[in-house]
């Protein structure tokens, strides 16, 4: 059985932009997480069916997982809920992530998948600040 890459992971809205990393070997998490602005524009401009948007997405669920150890479909999930940072994380509390979860879950009228405990959330809180703190 094969193991799954990370791109492999991410939802089929990705396609594209998949299939733009895969032909430029762009696969592993460190270098996506590494991707800066000026890198995405041109990914952009010369890739013209990848979307801002998702690249961007992409990074910030590649330094998630890279940096606090947070699986792509949680990632996924703390970007819907308006968390797209480390620095965004570490200013969150546990109660404000669990009622953005709870709204989100709500709205869209299905329990997500990921098993987000309170626990959990406040582990993914600490290191955000520490790593936040040592920026």
Not at 62 to 70: D, H, L, T
Not at 93 to 98: C, F, R, S
Request: proline letters at 3%.
């Amino acid at each position: 059985m094969e193991s799954k890459t990370f791109l492999d992971i991410l939802p089929n809205n990705f396609r594209h932009e998949k299939s733009f990393f895969v032909q430029n070997n762009l696969t592993d998490i460190e270098k996506l997480s590494n991707l800066s602005d000026l890198e995405i524009n041109e990914i952009q401009r010369t890739y013209s069916l990848c979307t801002l948007n998702n690249l961007k997405k992409i990074r910030a669920i590649a330094i998630f997982k890279k940096e606090i150890g947070i699986s792509p479909p949680q990632a996924y999930l703390l970007l819907h809920c308006g968390i797209s940072s480390i620095k965004s994380l570490s200013r969150s509390t546990p109660y404000e992530l669990e009622s953005k979860i709870g709204r989100l879950e709500r709205i869209l009228r299905v329990k997500t998948e990921t098993d987000t405990t309170f626990t959990l959330l406040k582990e993914w809180i600490k290191k955000a600040s520490q790593i936040y703190k040592s920026i």
